[in-house]
């Protein structure tokens, strides 16, 4: 393989060297490629559809009706659509220097600011002058909803000479883009020297004040172009309510300050509707929330909805990822809170408790619950939820376990322990406990019995025809487990050998008088054997036989592979062992005389002429068989006397007869 790959390298060495040295020596200095007629096309050879769609049009870029592509495009491209120049903006700016443009005002459009020319202006071509993508005023309508310019009343000027007459497109030194300060660009259309602005205006000197504060330049509900919500005074022209005379020194002066202006026409008394007062209102600061002429928002607020409250309330500003419906919706901030004063806590237009409820509408309706969380029941929803919005689901104010320490500091270290319980470790106490209240004990969602089931389903369905473990089978988990934590594996209440001894005593009382006991039990390790739930077999048993045994004992299971195993060895170890303790040795059931003489027969002439007539009373029969299995037929251990192997007991013992 690697011979093959050498010799095609070489061949494409060869044949690459060729091609080269024939562009090179081609006589009259033609190349290559030119003999082969190779020819340089221009883009619109392949971009056709191109020439038909804008071509045609009245305004052409200027290099791309000379065809230069190049001046903005590169003539090659590894991604599609990508084969400009440089990027964004900066593909203009060698042509529309940045001075013209005025990109060193303070004050840019949008779209320029962001690097985004092509948002107003088509970059080949256009129907329309400078290349726009719409005439006049409609390119400015793709960014600047429509509606807002088109209400009932309509500035002149706007159908008439469109955007341009009061606004520069790409930049200014004036806000707003404005083409030259606010007071003048008005007073070139309105005369302030005019009898008819005089009388407009009160015959007070507004020249040369900001003609937005009262008025919208572009359209509006209100007559005169005033803004949606005006002040009385304002819209009957009785600037003088408020104002000193237009003829005195100071004419915008006020007759009083503050709040006190205000209350001239605003019982006080009538907004203060409990002790609790917001600052502002203390304060006598009507103007932090309220502007004094003219507003688009209703009862003249200086903002809109709740961005009016985050001014102050920062932090409630906060984007989260779970908003509460009455904040985001609806009145907002006055969903549950008194602009001016309230007799509850945090200016709240009703008691907490009452005013999640009259939404949460289902949680008054549920029955009174056995059991209570005091939270709840006080109506303190706070307590556990954030009112204003939380990135948690239910607005909770932390992790559901860390609201629940809050209160219950005191299980935090005796629920998370070595072994815990997954919703407790995942801090999901809602996953087993109802919040709010609760028929059963604990706040627990359901019966003992059926709420485990909720997530061990598999495990709770009863082993048919074999046995069930009786807490298990009542669905009494909590005999011996405990629901949040413990140090013990499979979160048990105690160690197993102590805690399965609380039912199972008898088995403690023959531990103390056995001589020899099961390892597994002695060390309290009963689920070596048995299944804790169900198994398909008898007494729980988590296998069948001598496969249960030999899972610890697995020399003796490689033995019995290969050798004559002893019957009951093979069959069921519970024929010649007792499975947890014994007062013989070796967990033996009875006395080992009495053990194999309930399938040997001692009183047999057969029985007697193999063991030489020795009385069985005098035998041990272990100590010269295997009692699970040898190599030898009749189960000798594998080392042997010699005069033993070979049948001559008369060598060493004095044999008499009986």
């Not at 619109?44 to 592509?69: E, I, P, T, W």
């Not at 998370?416 to 706040?443: F, I, M, Y």
């Not at 487990?481 to 197993?496: E, K, S, Y």
């Not at 004559?564 to 080992?592: G, N, Y």
């Amino acid at each position: 393989m690697r011979n093959s790959l050498s010799r095609r390298g070489i061949f494409y060495f060869l044949v690459a060297s060729f091609v080269l040295a024939a562009a090179v020596a081609s006589p009259d200095g033609i190349s290559w490629a030119q003999k082969r007629g190779f020819e340089r096309k221009g883009c619109l050879d392949c971009h056709k559809n191109f020439a038909d769609k804008y071509l045609s049009m009245r305004y052409v870029h200027q290099d791309v009706k000379a065809g230069k592509c190049e001046s903005c495009h590169l003539r090659h491209g590894i991604v599609p659509k990508l084969i400009l120049k440089k990027i964004g903006n900066e593909v203009c700016y060698p042509c529309h220097s940045k001075a013209k443009l005025g990109l060193d005002k303070p004050n840019l459009h949008t779209a320029l600011k962001e690097g985004n020319c092509i948002s107003c202006h088509n970059p080949h071509a256009s129907r329309t002058p400078r290349l726009l993508k719409a005439e006049g005023k409609e390119i400015c309508y793709s960014c600047h909803k429509k509606e807002k310019y088109e209400n009932k009343v309509v500035h002149q000027v706007l159908p008439k000479d469109g955007c341009g007459a009061c606004h520069l497109s790409h930049s200014s030194s004036e806000a707003n883009l404005l083409v030259k300060p606010e007071s003048s660009l008005c007073g070139s259309c309105h005369d302030p020297a005019k009898a008819g602005f005089k009388k407009a205006h009160g015959n007070y000197p507004v020249q040369n004040s900001a003609c937005t504060g009262c008025h919208d330049p572009h359209s509006s509900s209100m007559g005169k172009l005033l803004k949606a919500s005006a002040h009385e005074p304002v819209a009957k022209v009785s600037c003088g309510d408020c104002h000193n005379s237009p003829d005195s020194k100071e004419p915008f002066g006020t007759a009083e300050s503050g709040s006190a202006l205000c209350y001239q026409c605003h019982d006080r008394s009538k907004l203060k509707t409990g002790k609790q007062e917001h600052k502002p209102f203390a304060d006598g600061s009507c103007l932090k929330c309220h502007n004094p002429h003219t507003s688009e928002n209703p009862r003249l607020l200086g903002r809109r909805a709740n961005a009016l409250c985050i001014n102050c309330h920062q932090q409630k500003g906060a984007k989260l990822k779970f908003g509460h419906a009455a904040v985001a919706g609806g009145k907002g901030c006055l969903s549950c809170h008194a602009p001016h004063a309230a007799s509850v806590k945090g200016l709240l237009t009703a008691k907490e408790g009452d005013l999640c409820l009259s939404c949460h509408k289902k949680l008054a309706q549920v029955p009174a619950p056995k059991t209570k969380h005091e939270p709840f029941t006080e109506g303190s929803c706070s307590s556990c939820h954030d009112p204003h919005g939380s990135n948690l689901k239910a607005l909770a104010k932390d992790r559901v376990d860390m609201i629940c320490y809050g209160c219950h500091s005191e299980k935090e270290a005796k629920f998370l322990r070595t072994n815990t319980h997954k919703p407790v470790r995942g801090g999901d106490c809602n996953a087993c406990h109802n919040p709010h209240g609760s028929q059963e004990k604990s706040l627990l969602k359901a019966p003992g019995k059926d709420i485990c089931s909720g997530c061990h389903k598999d495990l709770m369905a009863e082993a048919a025809g074999g046995s069930n473990h009786e807490p298990f089978k009542e669905r009494e988990c909590l005999t011996c487990h405990d629901p949040h934590g413990t140090d013990v594996q499979g979160m048990i209440l105690r160690p197993q050998g102590k805690l399965c001894m609380e039912c199972h005593s008898e088995m403690g009382e023959g531990l103390k008088s056995a001589k020899s006991r099961h390892m597994p039990v002695s060390s309290g390790e009963c689920t070596k054997c048995h299944s804790p739930h169900k198994s398909r077999l008898n007494r729980l048993l988590a296998a069948q036989g001598p496969d249960l045994c030999q899972n610890c004992h697995t020399g003796l299971k490689e033995k019995i592979r290969k050798e004559t195993v002893h019957s009951p060895a093979r069959k069921d170890c519970l024929t010649c062992h007792a499975p947890h303790f014994s007062k013989e040795a070796v967990l033996a059931k009875q006395p080992v005389l009495k053990l194999c003489g309930e399938c040997h027969n001692l009183a047999t002439p057969s029985f007697g002429k193999s063991h030489i007539g020795i009385d069985p009373a005098a035998m041990r029969c272990m100590t010269c068989h295997d009692p699970h299995s040898s190599k030898d037929p009749k189960l000798y251990k594998e080392k042997m006397h010699p005069p033993f192997a070979a049948g001559s007991c008369e060598e060493c013992h004095i044999v008499g007869k009986k």
